[in-house]
């Protein structure tokens, strides 16, 4: 990995860690100023909601002006809903803060996917790159909100029940933005891909025609799914078993971590993967998985779960990063990535809901063991992307 390309993804890993930030800071202070706990719910979801409506037209921004350009816009967006923040702690400005942040994060990635993967040219530097790549949210998960915690403790000056810790730190978190602006913006752009003269006008579900990238999506969708639900579930389950908070947290932690770490192990062994194998091999281990979760009654075995589902769902992105890149047409990567990040930020919205109701009807196992049947139903057609078709005997 060159060093242009290194500080474009650090820029990403920046504005990201400003959203991350934010979505730590943001509900603290409304429930600091007696908000309720519905109203922080409605605040956490801004910042996904911008991200569904927005994803499609940043995608055909990003195919029409490249990089620079849609990274300088979000760039503003995020440093100036934090500067709002700063100027006016208060919660309908929060919301607006929320949407901005959440929509330059979304934009960002767009971006940055679309720029690597144009800068890559074969399939195997593509599932190294998207590796590296993949592991920067994790990264500005951990950096945003640990650093945002921090000075929300010790740089509140103004004793119990000032808002000085948190203007600090969304001063710092206006900051960020800029710095990775100022990372880039010479970054070199590359020649635009003009679509085909001539042709009828082209929609972004028209991508949805195509077999190989409806089951690309379908996939992503599923593992996509599985990341929420875990996540929304198992303080429920752990809760059900008797586990104490911080022994739940610890649990959520290991996933994540076993997410970058193999992450981290993609680039060195991608030359052996195919995409599809990868793919379906991580649906068979997170179905079993699942399938034993709830059976799981000590802290240990669930934490051995927790790591297996870490491994097999953080393999997943480099994987369906590369194949999109190679199934779609070049002048409509932004779109396709749009598409794929609208529908799953819609899901991140939709699936909290729905997980909430069925849990509540069938019960927290019944609701491991059906995600986890819908994955397994997917295998077999994740195992045969990427591959020509049979030839007719």
């Not at 060093?3 to 930030?21: E, N, R, Y």
């Not at 997410?259 to 997170?286: D, N």
């Not at 590369?322 to 598409?339: D, K, Y």
Request: hydrophobic residues 55%; proline residues 5%.
């Amino acid at each position: 990995m060159n060093l242009a390309l290194f500080k474009v993804i650090m820029a990403q890993v920046s504005v990201h860690a400003t959203m991350a930030g934010m979505r730590l800071a943001a509900p603290l202070l409304a429930l600091q100023q007696g908000y309720s706990a519905a109203a922080v719910g409605i605040l956490l979801a801004l910042f996904a909601l911008t991200q569904v409506f927005l994803a499609l037209p940043a995608g055909r921004f990003a195919d029409k002006h490249g990089f620079r350009k849609p990274f300088f816009l979000s760039m503003l967006a995020a440093s100036g809903g934090c500067a709002l923040a700063l100027a006016f702690p208060v919660y309908p400005v929060l919301c607006l803060v929320a949407l901005l942040t959440g929509g330059a994060s979304g934009a960002v990635v767009i971006a940055v996917q679309r720029h690597a993967g144009r800068v890559t040219h074969d399939a195997l530097a593509l599932k190294k790159v998207f590796s590296w790549l993949a592991i920067g949210p994790a990264i500005s998960n951990f950096i945003g909100p640990f650093s945002t915690g921090l000075l929300i403790d010790h740089a509140n000056f103004g004793g119990e029940g000032s808002t000085m810790g948190y203007r600090v730190a969304f001063g710092l978190l206006a900051l960020v933005p800029v710095l990775a602006w100022s990372w880039v913006r010479h970054t070199q752009e590359l020649p635009p891909v003009r679509a085909p003269i001539g042709g009828p006008k082209q929609h972004a579900w028209d991508l949805l025609r195509d077999r190989n990238f409806r089951n690309l999506l379908l996939v992503n969708w599923l593992q996509s799914a599985c990341w929420d639900v875990h996540t929304f579930v198992l303080p429920l389950l752990g809760h059900e078993k008797g586990l104490s908070a911080s022994v739940i947290g610890t649990l959520l932690g290991i996933f994540a971590v076993a997410a970058a770490a193999i992450r981290l192990a993609m680039p060195l062994v991608a030359e052996r993967l195919r995409e599809g194998a990868v793919i379906s091999g991580a649906m068979a281990i997170t179905a079993f998985v699942f399938a034993l979760y709830p059976f799981m009654d000590s802290a240990l075995t669930m934490g051995v779960c927790s790591v297996l589902l870490g491994f097999s769902l953080g393999s997943v992105q480099p994987m369906v990063m590369s194949m999109l890149h190679q199934i779609t047409p070049e002048h409509r990567h932004g779109e396709a990535l749009g598409l794929r990040l609208m529908a799953i930020n819609a899901s991140s919205v939709a699936m909290p809901v729905l997980f909430g109701s069925a849990g509540a009807l069938i019960g927290v196992s019944a609701l491991f063991w059906v995600v986890g049947a819908a994955v397994a139903s997917g295998i077999r057609t994740a195992w045969f992307m990427g591959l020509p078709p049979r030839k007719p005997e």
